[in-house]
C-alpha cells in the first residue's frame, strides 16, 4: 500500500517547456488535490477533483490544467512553463469530500523552471 | 476567499518547554481546523484536527484550541522534544458546507519551530 505516489521527484524546464505531473493513489480515495508550496506562503491549492469525473479551480489555477484520468490518477499539466511556477508540488487525496477524511500527501515534486 | 494568518513564523525552545503557535481566519463559514507537521524535505502530515462544534480537542503532547467568536485557534505541544522540531502549518476549509470539501484547504504561512536540546 503505497498512499499517494508522485511523480518525477524532480524536474528542470526551460521557460516555455511543457509538462505533466503525474499522481496516483491505492487507497481508493474519491477526492484528489493539487497543491504548490513555495517559502513563507505555505500551501495553496491549484485544483482539485472532489470524485472521478470532475475538477475545479483552486486558489492558483492560472497556468495548469488537470485531468482525472481514473480513481486512482489525477495530473497536473503545465502548458508552457514560467519561472513563477519554480516550486514543490503536492499531490493529496482524501477519502470522500463529506466525511471525516483527512488528506494523505505525496511525497512531493520538486520543479524549477529556468 | 478564506484567509489564514500564522503567528509567529519562527519559534525557539528549550527541550521540556512548551510551545504555542496560532492562527486567525476570516471566514466564519470555516468549520474544520487541521494542524500539518513537515519536515525538511519531507511531505506534510496530519498531526492533530478540530471541527467548528468543538472548543479543545488534545492527543497526548499536543493539544488545539478554537475559539469562534475570535475566529483564531492555536496549537500547543508540552514537553517538546528535538524530534518535534518542524514547520508547523495550521490550516482551514469549509468542510461539506456548500458541497466543497474537507481537502479544499487553505493553509498559513508556517512556523518554523527549532527545539533545542
Known amino acids: 500500500n503505497a498512499g499517494v505516489t508522485q511523480t518525477p521527484k524532480f524536474q528542470v524546464l526551460k521557460t516555455g517547456q511543457s509538462m505533466t505531473l503525474q499522481c496516483a493513489q491505492d487507497m481508493n480515495h474519491n477526492s484528489m488535490y493539487w497543491y504548490r508550496q513555495d517559502p513563507g506562503m505555505g500551501l495553496r491549492l491549484i485544483y482539485y477533483?472532489?470524485?472521478?469525473?470532475?475538477?475545479d479551480k483552486g486558489e492558483v489555477p492560472n497556468g495548469y490544467n488537470v485531468s482525472r484520468l481514473n480513481k486512482r490518477e489525477f495530473s497536473l499539466r503545465l502548458e508552457s512553463a514560467a519561472p513563477s511556477q519554480t516550486s514543490v508540488y503536492f499531490c493529496?487525496?482524501?477519502?470522500?469530500?463529506?466525511?471525516?477524511?483527512?488528506?494523505?500527501f505525496g511525497n512531493g515534486t520538486r520543479l524549477t523552471v529556468t | 476567499g478564506e484567509n489564514v494568518e500564522q503567528h509567529p513564523s519562527t519559534l525557539s525552545v528549550q527541550e521540556g518547554d512548551s510551545a504555542v503557535i496560532k492562527c486567525t481566519y476570516s471566514?466564519?463559514?470555516?468549520?474544520?481546523f487541521p494542524w500539518y507537521k513537515q519536515e525538511l524535505g519531507k511531505r506534510p502530515q496530519l498531526i492533530i484536527d478540530?471541527?467548528?462544534?468543538?472548543g479543545e480537542k488534545k492527543d497526548q503532547r499536543i493539544a488545539v484550541t478554537l475559539n469562534k467568536t475570535a475566529k483564531h485557534f492555536s496549537l500547543h505541544i508540552t514537553e517538546t522534544q528535538p524530534e518535534d522540531s518542524a514547520v508547523y502549518f495550521c490550516a482551514a476549509s469549509k468542510g461539506n458546507a456548500g458541497g466543497t470539501s474537507y481537502g479544499k484547504l487553505t493553509f498559513g504561512q508556517g512556523t518554523i519551530l527549532t527545539v533545542h536540546p
Open positions: 493529496a487525496s482524501s477519502r470522500d469530500r463529506d466525511l471525516d477524511s483527512p488528506l494523505h
Open positions: 477533483s472532489a470524485s472521478e469525473g470532475t475538477t
Open positions: 471566514d466564519s463559514a470555516s468549520n474544520y
Open positions: 478540530i471541527r467548528s462544534n468543538v
